[in-house]
């Protein structure tokens, strides 16, 4: 079983975390479950900044990856989507634009794809992107909606064997 702990940034102003994005960061760190062998940003300096404060909180000595793969090449788009949908929940979000949900939906769960390969057997990672993009991801992998990821929640996203499911962070 290898399990990647998906989560979306804290509170940002502009591409950098807000005071209260910090504070955020740092609490939740301390319910964190290490230990990750793997820690992930999506390059989104925001992004980078709270998997940065998580690893100091979980003592963590892996480098953190920015791996661009994990963020939309539409965000624009993604605006759109939620703009028509009046909502950020996928599913409406899919209503609006099918093709940006199917097409990048399938392209962020081939990058978690990627970071699971890359983990040893029971390994763990700590991955830190964005919202609807982390439910897009997971929709990709697992077939499986979820509701809209607050700032700093998560999904556990667990892979056995081929298969892949998902389940709330406890």
């Known amino acids: 079983m290898k399990t990647i702990e998906l989560r979306r940034h804290t509170d940002n102003d502009g591409d950098r975390l807000s005071a209260e994005g910090i504070s955020a960061a740092e609490e939740i760190g301390g319910r964190l479950s290490p230990p ?34 994990l963020r939309s090449q539409q965000e624009d788009r993604w605006r759109d989507a939620y703009e028509t949908a009046g909502s950020g929940e996928l599913a409406r979000l899919r209503e609006a634009d099918p093709e940006l949900v199917r097409e990048d939906s399938a392209t962020l769960a081939a990058a978690l794809r990627e970071i699971f390969d890359r983990l040893p057997d029971g390994g763990r990672a700590l991955v830190v992107g964005h919202s609807p993009t982390n439910e897009a991801a997971v929709l990709g992998l697992t077939d499986e909606f979820v509701g809209p990821l607050g700032k700093g929640d998560g999904v556990l996203v ?10 709330p962070v406890a």
């Open 158 to 167: 667990l892979q056995d064997g081929d298969s892949y499911r998902v389940e």
């Open 36 to 69: 990750y062998d793997v820690f992930v940003s999506t390059g989104a300096a925001r992004a980078t900044q709270t998997v940065r404060i998580w690893r100091t909180a979980v003592g963590g000595v892996a480098p953190i990856e920015e791996y661009t793969g």
